[in-house]
């Protein structure tokens, strides 16, 4: 049970922010989930609804709220179309943790949670475990997407369409710490878990445009994960651990941008870790506040501080349809740079597709608590790729490259899934 | 209390899976967009099927159970709120459209389909449904034309009600009628059809609709238009009609949401400017050329101290944009917002507004106001702290006093907002006791349980 003063302000805090819906239900225009179940429960409003009935009436029934407050992406397309600018998602993360503290994780959470992921070093050698033997677990399904499916039936895994996790992950490579070159820049580089422990050719595609820029690069091995899954989980404990453990190995600050391929992690740096920091000290609070100003999107970086010319697309260019991660545009409004980024490579060509911002309603462990939903709204986003007649869809967040090659896997697309900085680094020499 | 028995005979007609009793669902369907206190129903079902609706309601018939339809429950005025608890029907499955005759210029549509899905459907067909009210994002024809719902263009293309051609629906016993025609003119029998728009759910449950549509208008001009003060600006809306134009939008708003909305927005308004008027004529590109020289003459002859022609599409979403962010902006300011649509008759705008103005100094309030000065649909909005118990009961009093003043103008209780439960009990203040009485003869004959949206409209 978390410290009873520290429940009791934040849930002082969400009754001064749920004060602000209007109850319009504008919300219900913009929820991938409310468009699946036309439920209202499954909508902000509904849900602040009931948390109203929480901080009101005090916990009747906080089972039930919990319930269908887990019913959500935590995409923020809701606050971000809110008329009246209630931060649904900042209320939902602070209502998670209240009902956490209250009723308890549950023993599997409390296992991947407390027992691996804040666990770095066990953490790290199960996986490295797993990607020894997952040849003899799966089969692989798509060549162009990379993707393979279980031999087993599993039900965390159903039929889900996989991506392998790497030989080697990123930290393989050790500690990187080089002084800044031609640019005078010096960058830190969270790489974030999927980027470090399956999609190791985003990681390796930043470090070249990084070397390639002349940019320093202080790349240590000994981060952890942001915290958003714990915290997303209400899991307020293992959230904090995981914050101070990142905080001991980039409070020094002794580089001008901490970057991150993806939106998520960014997103964690410069809104979540400000917005939930009542449980740390002083300092600890200025060094959040510190990655916060530095916190930057790899895209929002190599446009907006490197620089990089546009280029026409070449005689026999692909075609590269682009899909706006929630966390990447609702929260941190980086779209236009992952279009000035690909816009580099003359052997793209851009084609949007219909609804590039809709959610892919991968959403964490949503998909895993609600994969037939999950899978409802992802089918309409490959349906949006297929419709461009794309050879490529690039997405700036691991967790949605991972969905949507779920997706395209199952349909039997042959549509390469990259991460825009891939494509970039691509037309590096 | 639905005892186990009911709910399975809910169960039976719509599955499991579309039948909710558990508290936390419940509380989702206790509110609409209205500043009311919530009121949780005993059951809720979401029919996906026309059948079912029938079935759905004779059973509630049949056991006296109170009945409310929910379509996106966006409504202002507490129309869906299930102010007797029982049943919440959801229409948002029934969503179909079913026909675009793009010949005859009508559509037949389904009560859950939503408005502005509706209107881009029909627009990608080359025609125009032009009611527009600002919650046409989410809103489903059926509420709109439950609640008779309005929009910005309601100056030049009028309201739900002018679109309505046929309503087919199920009587409280569950059977199904047909009303209305997909001819252009149809006179045989009552007006069933508009007996239904604006009955709030309180007569009959509407299932499908025959609506009228119109070509779309060939060409549009937009500007905004500066004054110093609201008399200036509300002398220029009478003047512009004098002159025989209709535009088809013709927007208001007061000095201090000019200031919300530069201060939240930045669209570049003065925010020294005492009103302005945001105007868009339509139609004919020949007919749009002449008529907004024309209304730029008269806002200048009329004391506009600036004007701002959009030249472009990209100019003419500027002007709008301005428009949009007036709630956003207002409603950022305060906790709660309290939204009214007291209507006057366009020439006693500069009195409404003298009114407003009075009342907000009376009961110690913020008033910003905003809305259709083009046909005197006003949106006077107080904002507020609904926790602020002592200056909730200042805002009750200021809402009373905004009623009796749009009345003591021949005005209206509700432009395009409805009557619901926020404002059945003046409805005799605006009609007569004997037309209420006659309302409730007409409500009682069909649905003599009273299971039909009880205490709406009419109150007790």
């Known amino acids: 049970m978390a410290d009873l003063n520290h429940m009791l302000k934040l849930l002082n805090e969400l009754d001064d922010q749920i004060v602000g819906c209007m109850r319009c239900g504008m919300c219900q225009s913009v929820c991938p989930v409310f468009a699946e179940t036309g439920r209202e429960a499954d909508v902000a409003r509904g849900k602040i609804a009931l948390l109203e009935f929480l901080s009101h009436e005090m916990i009747k029934d906080a089972e039930a709220v919990k319930e269908r407050l887990d019913k959500c992406l935590l995409c923020g397309s809701c606050a971000a179309a809110c008329p009246s600018g209630v931060k649904a998602l900042d209320i939902f993360i602070k209502a998670r943790a209240i009902i956490t503290a209250y009723l308890g994780l549950s023993p599997v959470k409390k296992a991947i949670f407390r027992g691996m992921i804040t666990k770095p070093a066990l953490f790290n050698n199960l996986l490295a475990l797993g990607s020894k033997f997952q040849g003899f677990f799966t089969t692989p399904v798509n060549d162009i997407i990379g993707s393979s499916c279980s031999k087993l039936l599993s039900p965390l895994l159903g039929d889900r369409h996989l991506l392998s996790l790497a030989d080697k992950p990123l930290r393989g490579n050790g500690t990187i710490d080089t002084a800044p070159g031609l640019s005078g820049l010096r960058v830190a580089f969270f790489y974030g878990c999927v980027v470090d422990k399956m999609f190791t050719s985003v990681g390796e595609a930043v470090l070249k445009v990084l070397r390639h820029h002349g940019v320093g690069i202080y790349m240590p091995v000994d981060q952890v994960c942001c915290g958003v899954p714990s915290l997303a989980s209400g899991d307020l404990k293992s959230y904090e651990d995981l914050v101070r453990m990142n905080l001991k190995v980039f409070g020094k600050g002794d580089f001008d941008y901490i970057l991150t391929p993806c939106g998520t992690c960014t997103s964690a740096f410069h809104h979540i870790w400000p917005l939930m920091n009542s449980g740390f000290s002083q300092s600890e609070r200025e060094t959040i506040a510190m990655l916060a100003d530095k916190a930057m999107d790899i895209n929002a970086f190599i446009a907006d501080k490197l620089g990089v010319s546009k280029a026409e697309p070449a005689a026999g260019a692909k075609t590269v349809t682009i899909h706006d991660p929630c966390h990447l545009k609702k929260s941190l409004g980086v779209s236009g740079q992952v279009r000035t980024v690909l816009g580099a490579n003359p052997n793209l060509k851009q084609v949007e597709m219909a609804g590039s911002d809709v959610c892919c309603g991968c959403g964490g462990s949503f998909n895993l608590q609600h994969y037939s939903v999950s899978t409802k709204i992802g089918k309409k986003k490959r349906d949006s790729i297929v419709a461009t007649g794309a050879d490529v869809v690039a997405a700036g967040c691991p967790a949605c490259m991972m969905q949507i090659a779920d997706m395209m896997s199952q349909a039997g697309d042959r549509i390469a899934v990259k991460h825009p900085v891939e494509l970039y680094a691509q037309t590096l020499g | ?460």
């Open chain 2, 1 to 460: 209390m639905v005892s186990q028995s009911l709910k399975q005979a809910f169960v039976g007609i719509v599955g499991a899976e579309n039948v909710m009793d558990a508290e936390a669902d419940k509380h989702s369907y206790s509110y609409d967009a209205a500043v009311l206190d919530p009121v949780l129903p005993a059951l809720v079902v979401r029919p996906s099927e026309m059948d079912q609706v029938g079935r759905i309601v004779k059973l509630c018939n049949d056991n006296g159970l109170p009945l409310t339809v929910r379509g996106a429950g966006s409504n202002l005025s507490g129309g869906t709120i299930p102010s007797k608890g029982g049943i919440v029907l959801l229409s948002n499955a029934l969503n179909k459209i079913l026909e675009v005759n793009e010949e005859d210029m009508y559509a037949v549509v389904q009560t859950g389909a939503i408005t502005a899905k509706f209107a881009a459907a029909v627009a990608a067909k080359g025609l125009f449904y032009p009611p527009d009210p600002g919650s046409q994002a989410v809103s489903t024809l059926g509420g709109n034309v439950a609640e008779n719902a309005g929009g910005l263009r309601g100056l030049k293309y009028g309201v739900t009600k002018d679109y309505v051609m046929g309503v087919n629906f199920f009587d409280v016993e569950g059977n199904y009628c047909k009303s209305g025609s997909k001819t252009v003119k149809c006179v045989t029998g009552l007006n069933i059809p508009q007996l239904m728009v604006g009955s709030e759910g309180t007569l009959a449950v509407m299932s499908e609709f025959i609506l009228k549509l119109v070509p779309p208008p060939q060409a549009a001009k937009s500007m905004m238009a500066i004054f110093p003060d609201i008399m200036t600006a509300s002398r220029t809306v009478s003047a512009i009609i004098a002159a025989k134009v209709v535009p088809c939008t013709l927007e208001f708003m007061d000095n201090f949401t000019i200031g919300a909305v530069e201060g939240f927005a930045k669209v570049g308004l003065p925010t020294d400017a005492g009103s302005l008027l945001l105007i868009e004529v339509d139609g004919h590109p020949a007919q749009v050329a002449e008529e907004a020289e024309k209304v730029e003459a008269i806002c200048k002859a009329n004391g506009c101290t600036r004007i701002q022609v959009a030249k472009d599409a990209v100019e003419r979403n500027k002007v709008w944009e301005a428009r949009r962010a007036a709630l956003s902006s207002l409603a950022r300011l305060r906790p709660t917002t309290v939204l009214e649509d007291a209507t006057v008759p366009r020439s006693k705008i500069p009195a409404m507004m003298q009114a407003l103005d009075k009342i907000a100094k009376e009961y110690k309030l913020t008033i910003g106001t905003f809305g259709h000065a083009g046909d005197g649909n006003l949106h006077p909005t107080i904002l507020c702290d609904r926790r602020d118990k002592e200056e909730f009961h200042r805002v009750e009093k200021g809402v009373d006093a905004i009623f009796e003043a749009a009345l003591g103008l021949d005005g209206t209780l509700s432009g395009e907002h409805g009557i619901g439960l926020a404002k059945s009990r003046w409805m005799e203040k605006e009609t007569n006791r004997a037309s209420v009485l006659f309302s409730k003869r007409i409500k009682a004959a069909v649905d003599p349980k009273n299971v039909l949206n009880p205490g709406k409209i009419l109150g007790e």
